[in-house]
């Protein structure tokens, strides 16, 4: 079974960090490309950065650009983003995605961006960044 959990959320200050863990299940994340997006309440799900180990690419949306690093242990199956100077607008929820790569040089910016390309999620950890 296919399955991504996430954690590490929490409640923290403004400009403090956190590390958030996906942990994957049933299958090898190096054959995947796996992306974090965030969701507030009244807002639209969106795409903060992708990692893809067969391209060895990782993207990041502007909001978190130099703030927000993604990474991946395959030994532990594992993908990271670490997040760094946390503002009170990075308060969301927090999910991992992953699908099925495929084919080598397909990853772009858009693959960061489109959740309708995932076909496997977590359920979410919350994170809360006070002011």
């Known amino acids: 079974e296919v399955q991504l959990v996430e954690s590490g959320g929490g ?3 403004a400009g403090e960090s956190l590390r958030l863990s996906c942990a994957a299940s049933g ?3 190096d054959g995947y490309t796996i992306a974090w997006f965030r969701q507030a309440p009244g807002k639209e799900r969106e795409g903060i950065s992708c990692i893809s ?3 060895r690419t990782t993207f990041y949306a502007n909001s978190v650009q130099g703030r927000f690093t993604i990474s991946a ?4 199956n594992t993908v990271y ?5 946390l ?6 929820v927090y999910y991992c ?5 495929r084919i080598a040089g397909i990853i772009t910016r858009h693959t960061m961006e489109d959740a309708a390309l995932y076909n496997y999620w977590g359920q979410g950890t919350q994170v ?4």
Request: proline share 3%.
């Open 53 to 55: 180990q067969i391209d």
């Open 27 to 29: 299958f090898s994340i």
């Open 97 to 101: 995605a992953a699908f099925r790569q």
């Open 73 to 76: 242990d395959s030994a532990k």
């Open 128 to 131: 809360t960044v006070a002011s």
């Open 11 to 13: 409640l923290v200050q």
């Open 87 to 92: 503002k009170p607008e990075d308060s969301s």
């Open 81 to 85: 983003l670490q997040m760094t100077s």
